[in-house]
């Protein structure tokens, strides 16, 4: 369950909402936050990832381009 989406990050561009499921990225069924945090890693920033994910009962996907969090730059 998403628990926090940053301001003006990709998340946030795309509508996610602190409280949504994710359920896949890109067919791939997520299960679990390691299996989500795993799918991301496998991508690369500039990448484009379709997100599965249920708000109020209702499953929907959105697509997102994937960046460099700031923490994460070498």
């Known amino acids: 369950m998403v628990t926090q989406v940053e301001p003006e990050s990709p ?10 499921l994710i359920v896949g990225i890109d067919d791939e ?6 299996a989500l945090v795993g799918q991301v890693r ?10 599965a994910y249920i708000r109020d009962g ?6 997102v381009t994937l960046v460099t969090r700031p923490d994460e730059e070498g």
């Open 29 to 34: 069924p997520i299960t679990s936050s390691t």
């Open 58 to 63: 209702e499953r929907a996907e959105v697509t």
């Open 11 to 20: 998340a946030a561009e795309v509508g996610l909402e602190s409280g949504d």
């Open 42 to 51: 496998e991508r690369g920033a500039g990448d484009e990832a379709t997100i």
